[in-house]
């Protein structure tokens, strides 16, 4: 592959968050405006669902209508115990472990990768020289039974399965498992005998930009770009970021929104806490306007706005970027670290 054409050659690492997820389409719409060019493509929940359509061959502009012309409430597909008086939530997160099947979610995103022939990782088998992985779309999900993070389908045997025979939609629907929201994803591996219990990939790592770097250590022949969720004032407590009592719905569909946006607003903070500065350096923070992860009533005006959001985001971390000084300032051996930065901060904040 000759230098020029790796000009505009990226990877790619989208971020959970749900809902919040339409501002991932806005920022990619940019990436793709400047010509850049995903190779590898990686993904936690929402941001998996992203990262598989555009492995997919899916557009920028394919990606926009598909957002704004998704209903999110049709993936609130109930069980039968779901429809009992009372007993009916209780008892499907006591059976199932969630509220919602997520069939309806898995049929959407088989559907969508039908239509570019995409079925199995094998249909997105890496096809360059010095592949990184042999699929060039990485998802991840955490396997609570064996208590480790499944990057998929690169630890497919874990479950049992080759991984150019695994269903690229399955592996996208364990990765956006949140926690009680939607049931957990069964997996008995033949070989074992063992079940394994998977979920959101976020309760492990919602934001695994290093999955794409060399282990050599070595500097990357092209960048990779981070997609991230972050809130407008990050200073804001979990207790502003859940829907406040007098706007979020109630009975049971009430419990199920706190507890989810409580688990996934904690998923979220995990990876935050250890962004280092050679990491946020290749980020695109996307604020996300206050927008929820199961915000699955969104209006179209608030859609737009977190797209837009995503587009600006892009828009100004390209304006500055740099991939040679990247290369100068983080991949020379040079120790870097936020920590001392999060700290001044906190003490800004403390004295103010």
């Given at each position: 592959m000759a230098a020029?054409?790796?000009?505009?050659?990226?990877?790619?690492?989208?971020e959970g968050g749900g809902v919040k997820g339409i501002g991932l389409a806005g920022a990619y719409s940019v990436l793709e405006e400047r010509?850049?060019?995903?190779?590898?493509?990686?993904?936690?929940?929402?941001?998996?669902?992203?990262?598989?359509?555009?492995?997919?061959?899916?557009?920028?502009?394919?990606?926009?209508?598909?957002?704004?012309?998704?209903?999110?409430?049709?993936?609130?597909?109930?069980?039968w115990e779901d429809r009992i008086p009372l007993a009916g939530v209780p008892l499907s997160i006591l059976l199932t472990n969630g509220i919602y099947k997520g069939e309806a979610f898995l049929e959407w995103i088989r559907g969508l990768l039908a239509e570019k022939n995409v079925y199995t990782f094998a249909d997105l088998r890496a096809d360059w020289d010095e592949p990184k992985f042999e699929s060039r779309l990485q998802v991840i999900a955490s396997d609570i039974s064996s208590r480790q993070l499944?990057?998929?389908?690169?630890?497919?045997?874990?479950?049992?399965?080759?991984?150019?025979?695994?269903?690229?939609?399955?592996?996208?629907?364990?990765?956006?498992s949140i926690p009680i929201f939607f049931e957990t994803v069964r997996v008995p591996n033949p070989k074992t005998n063992h079940e394994h219990v998977i979920v959101d990939g976020g309760?492990?790592?919602?934001?695994?930009?290093?999955?794409f770097d060399r282990a050599d250590g070595k500097a990357p022949r092209?960048?990779?770009?981070?997609?991230?969720?972050?809130?407008?004032?990050?200073?804001?407590?979990?207790?502003?970021?859940?829907?406040?009592?007098?706007?979020?719905?109630?009975?049971?569909?009430?419990?199920v929104t706190l507890l989810s946006s409580m688990v996934h607003t904690m998923m979220e903070a995990h990876d935050r806490?250890?962004?280092?500065?050679?990491?946020?350096?290749?980020?695109?923070p996307i604020p996300t306007l206050g927008v929820h992860t199961t915000e699955f009533d969104i209006t179209h005006d608030r859609a737009q706005?977190?797209?837009?959001?995503?587009?600006?985001?892009?828009?100004?971390?390209?304006?500055?970027?740099?991939?040679?000084?990247?290369?100068?300032?983080?991949?020379?051996?040079?120790?870097?670290?936020?920590?001392?930065?999060?700290?001044?901060?906190?003490?800004k904040t403390a004295v103010a």
């Open positions: 020029e054409d790796l000009e505009h050659n990226v990877d790619l690492v989208c010509g850049y060019r995903p190779v590898n493509v990686a993904g936690t929940s929402a941001g998996a669902i992203t990262a598989a359509l555009i492995a997919a061959g899916y557009s920028a502009d394919e990606l926009k209508e598909i957002v704004f012309g998704m209903d999110f409430r049709r993936f609130e597909d109930k069980s499944l990057v998929l389908p690169r630890d497919a045997e874990v479950l049992g399965s080759r991984w150019d025979a695994l269903e690229v939609a399955t592996a996208v629907r364990m990765s956006m309760m492990l790592s919602n934001y695994p930009v290093w999955l092209w960048p990779t770009f981070g997609l991230l969720l972050v809130e407008p004032d990050p200073k804001v407590p979990i207790t502003e970021r859940i829907p406040k009592p007098e706007h979020a719905p109630r009975g049971a569909r009430g419990l806490l250890y962004v280092e500065k050679a990491e946020y350096a290749r980020t695109i706005a977190l797209y837009d959001s995503g587009r600006d985001a892009a828009t100004a971390f390209l304006d500055t970027w740099n991939f040679e000084a990247y290369i100068a300032e983080f991949r020379t051996g040079k120790e870097q670290s936020r920590r001392e930065d999060i700290a001044h901060e906190l003490e």
